[in-house]
């Protein structure tokens, strides 16, 4: 058992029941306060653990990580350390948290100085993120697609069972929780027999989707193999891949989406290390027919991830339109890094994986505004009498996501977007 995982520890800091962040999770991220500078973190209850400040203080000398890999303003330069390294510094972390640890606890001088309440604090994009391939993996949220635009006889595409299904996403515009968007603008084709326009987008959408982040891979040239593929991975975040479905559906003939995309997605700012997910662990979906032998594995490769995705009105309350979990996933994520790399892809630190959509088996489990409104025929009404088809400027997309077990929960916290209007 890894050793940080223990159901039993307890911290000798205050953790509120249903906290995202027990001892047993201990997630990395990027944040700053009034009076430092960016620097790597790590959440415990309603707290930030400066590793900078303590890396300075002598506590993380037997994980030989100099102070400087924290001070770093991305995660980057820990990550390139490799998945042992990572995992000796939070087992170090939550060594110096346990009830019974006597190092921090009872310093005040050195507790002052390693703390930080997570109020104080603004939270930063955790990655330099160099390359985003997004995938298309739920076989639910693939077939309401299919069903809606093409034949519900032949809802999904004839490679759709064989391959997970990706493309190459836009990095630059890859953001973190509470950076607002601007909805875009583009083409639009909203009569078959007219011309297209140019425009605002009207029927803008979130995506409700998880990530993981890769540490450094193979040479180019050379394949992950789908049981070593969690050896690359560092952890994962909540991920809304926002899209604008009219300029998506008059563009993505024949190479897919682009401006659709390419104009935001947003992040948690927290990584859960696959360390911390361990014990949520469970079986993919059936996959028939078999797959090819590079995408066959051994064990449970999915998390039994619980998903929410809310729709929040200008000045209003916040209303859940979706509960969807990660473990409905047909493709698991070591499937989605041996496709990625089967044809000898280098894969590098830092790069994003995103899920795709992830749609559960009844209505009130599809992950996105297309699927939930079914085309924008079935309005969903908040809590306000207003309703949607899909969004509108003013309103905030709020996603979270966690683990539970009769043991611990383990959570990501919130990823949180607002609309502003087309500029």
């Not at 659709?260 to 993919?284: G, H, Q």
């Not at 009105?313 to 916040?318: K, M, W």
């Amino acid at each position: 058992m890894i050793e940080a995982n223990n159901p039993s520890l307890t911290s000798w800091i205050k953790i509120e029941e249903n906290s995202d962040f027990p001892i047993q999770n201990l997630p990395f991220g990027i944040y700053s306060t009034k009076n430092k500078s960016k620097r790597v973190g790590i959440a415990i209850g309603n707290q930030i653990i400066d590793l900078y400040e303590l890396a300075n203080a002598g506590l993380l000398d037997s994980t030989e990580v100099s102070s400087d890999v924290f001070g770093s303003e991305f995660l980057n330069p820990f990550m390139e350390l490799g998945k042992e390294t990572t995992r000796k510094v939070r087992n170090r972390v939550s060594q110096l948290m346990r009830a019974s640890n006597t190092e921090i606890k009872g310093h005040d001088g050195l507790k002052k100085k390693v703390l930080d309440n997570e109020s104080d604090a603004t939270m930063h994009l955790p990655v330099k993120i160099g390359d985003y391939t997004d995938f298309y993996s739920s076989k639910e949220h693939a077939t309401n697609v299919g069903t809606m635009f093409r034949d519900p006889d032949n809802a999904l595409l004839p490679n759709w069972l064989y391959i997970p299904v990706g493309y190459h996403g836009r990095a630059s515009s890859i953001i973190t929780t509470e950076q607002a968007i601007v909805r875009p603008k583009g083409q639009q084709k909203p009569k078959d027999d007219e011309p297209p326009t140019f425009g605002p987008c009207k029927l803008l959408d979130f995506e409700l989707e998880m990530a993981f982040i890769t540490y450094n891979g193979k040479p180019l040239g050379e394949s992950i193999d789908v049981d070593e593929a969690e050896d690359f991975m560092f952890g994962m975040c909540l991920f809304n891949d926002w899209s604008a479905r009219d300029i998506q559906k008059w563009e993505y003939v024949p190479l897919g989406p682009f401006l659709a995309k390419n104009f935001a997605s947003s992040m948690s700012p927290w990584i859960v290390t696959m360390d911390a997910l361990e014990p949520f662990r469970c079986e993919t979906p059936a996959q028939n027919p078999k797959p090819f032998e590079y995408l066959q594995y051994s064990g449970k490769k999915s998390f039994d991830i619980k998903l929410e995705m809310y729709i929040q009105p200008e000045n209003g309350e916040e209303n859940c339109v979706s509960k969807s979990n990660y473990k409905h996933m047909y493709w698991n994520q070591s499937q989605q890094l041996a496709h990625h790399s089967v044809n000898g892809c280098n894969i590098m630190c830092g790069d994003l994986m995103g899920s795709g959509t992830i749609s559960g088996p009844t209505p009130d489990s599809y992950g996105s505004m297309l699927e939930l409104s079914w085309k924008g025929t079935k309005p969903i009404t908040l809590s306000d009498g207003s309703e949607r088809k899909f969004l509108l400027d003013g309103d905030t997309v709020i996603e979270r996501g966690y683990c539970q077990n009769e043991s611990v929960r383990v959570g990501f916290g919130e990823v949180r977007t607002k609309i502003l209007p087309a500029n």
